[in-house]
C-alpha cells in the first residue's frame, strides 16, 4: 500500500534531536539509539521527502533552507501528538482539556460571560475571544479555534456542520426626536443633513449594509465608519449621523436607548443570521449543546428586554 506521508512521528522525533545535539553521535545518545541507526533514519527521511536536511559541510550541522521549515513544521506536529494521549484520557472523566470559541463582536455583551460559564462546566481550561467573524473562520480552518458564532455561514466551505442561532433585522438608527423616513427616496434626502455612520467594511456587516445599498441605488457619503457596535450607536446618538444597524447591535453597544430612535429601513428588508460552526464529528454532540445554550440565553436575558423597548419588533425570536 503507498505511504500517505513522506515521514513518521519516529522519524521527526530523530530528525528534531539532530537539530538540537547538532551531530548524529549527539543525537543517538539522547535517543538512546546508535549514531549508524540515527544516520540511516535521517537519510531515510532526505530521500522520502526529495530534500537535503542538513548541510553536512559545516560542524556542527547545519540546517538547510528545507531542513529549517521542517523543524519549524515537525516541532509543532509532535507538540500536538504529545497532547493526544493525555486529551483521550481527560475525556474519560466527561471534560475536555480545553475549548477555544470565538464570538462576533456584537454578541459579546450578550453571550460573553454566560457561554464562558457553561463551557467551563464541559473543559479545564477555556478560551473565548470575541472579533470579526472573518477572522475567527481562519482560526477556525487553522484549528486555532474549536468552535464559533458569527454572522457568515461559511456556506461554501466543507467539513463543517452549522447550528442556527438567530435571524435579526436590519433597522434604522437615528438621533433621538428624528422622524423617520417613509421612503427609500427620503432616505437619500436625510443624508444629506445625517450622513451614514457605517459599520466597517472588514466585517460582515459592514459588506451586507453596503451591499444593500447598491440594490436601491442609494450612493451615501461616506464619512465615519467603526468597527464596533458601540462606536456605530454613540455617534448616531451624539447627532452625528444615521446608521443601519440591528437589534443585537444595539444591546452590545449598552446606551439607554432613549438616546436615539430605532425604526424599520424604509424599503426592502434585511436580515442577518447567527449561525455555531464547528469542524464536523470532531466535538461529539457538544457543538449541538453549545448553540442550544446560546439560544437559551439570547432568549432569556436579551430579547425580552429589546422587544420592550422596541416593540414593533415582537416577532424577535431565537432559532429552533
Not at 438621533?175 to 443624508?191: W, Y
Not at 460582515?204 to 450612493?219: A, C, M, N, S
Not at 469542524?279 to 457543538?287: D, N, V, Y
Request: glycine fraction near 8%; include cysteine.
Amino acid at each position: 500500500m503507498r505511504e500517505l506521508f513522506p515521514f513518521d512521528l519516529k522519524a521527526l522525533e530523530i530528525f528534531l534531536a539532530v537539530c538540537e545535539a547538532g551531530a548524529m553521535a549527539g543525537a543517538a545518545r539522547r535517543l538512546g539509539l546508535t549514531q549508524p541507526a540515527v544516520s540511516q533514519a535521517v537519510a531515510e527521511l532526505e530521500g522520502r521527502m526529495g530534500v537535503a536536511l542538513f548541510d553536512r559541510s559545516v560542524r556542527p550541522l547545519g540546517l538547510t533552507a528545507a531542513g529549517g521549515v521542517l523543524r519549524q513544521k515537525a516541532s509543532a506536529l509532535l507538540s500536538e501528538a504529545r497532547q493526544i494521549v493525555p486529551a483521550l484520557k481527560e475525556t474519560e472523566h466527561g471534560r475536555l482539556p480545553l475549548i477555544r470559541a470565538g464570538l462576533v463582536d456584537s454578541l459579546s455583551r450578550a453571550l460573553s460571560a454566560p457561554l464562558a460559564g457553561w463551557l467551563s462546566g464541559v473543559a479545564e481550561e477555556v478560551s473565548l475571544l470575541a472579533g470579526l467573524t472573518a477572522s475567527h473562520a481562519s482560526a477556525l480552518l487553522s484549528r486555532q479555534l474549536d468552535l464559533l458564532v458569527g454572522v457568515d455561514e461559511l456556506a461554501d466551505i466543507e467539513g463543517l456542520e452549522r447550528f442556527p442561532l438567530f435571524t435579526e433585522p436590519y433597522v434604522l438608527l437615528l438621533p433621538a426626536g428624528e422622524a423617520a423616513p417613509a421612503r427609500v427616496e427620503d432616505l437619500a434626502q436625510l443624508s444629506r443633513r445625517l450622513p451614514l455612520v457605517r459599520f466597517s467594511a472588514r466585517s460582515k456587516t459592514g459588506i451586507e449594509v453596503e451591499r444593500h445599498l447598491r440594490r436601491l441605488k442609494l450612493d451615501l457619503p461616506r464619512r465615519l465608519e467603526f468597527d464596533t457596535p458601540y462606536g456605530v450607536t454613540a455617534m448616531v446618538a451624539a447627532g452625528e449621523g444615521m446608521a443601519v444597524t440591528t437589534p443585537l447591535c444595539l444591546y452590545e453597544a449598552g446606551m439607554d436607548f432613549s438616546r436615539f430612535a430605532c425604526a424599520p429601513l424604509p424599503g426592502p428588508a434585511l436580515s442577518r443570521s447567527l449561525t455555531l460552526i464547528a469542524r464536523r464529528q470532531e466535538l461529539g454532540r457538544l457543538p449541538r449543546e453549545v448553540a442550544a445554550f446560546c439560544r437559551g440565553a439570547l432568549e432569556t436575558e436579551v430579547l425580552p428586554g429589546l422587544r420592550a423597548v422596541l416593540p414593533w419588533l415582537a416577532a424577535l425570536s431565537t432559532a429552533e
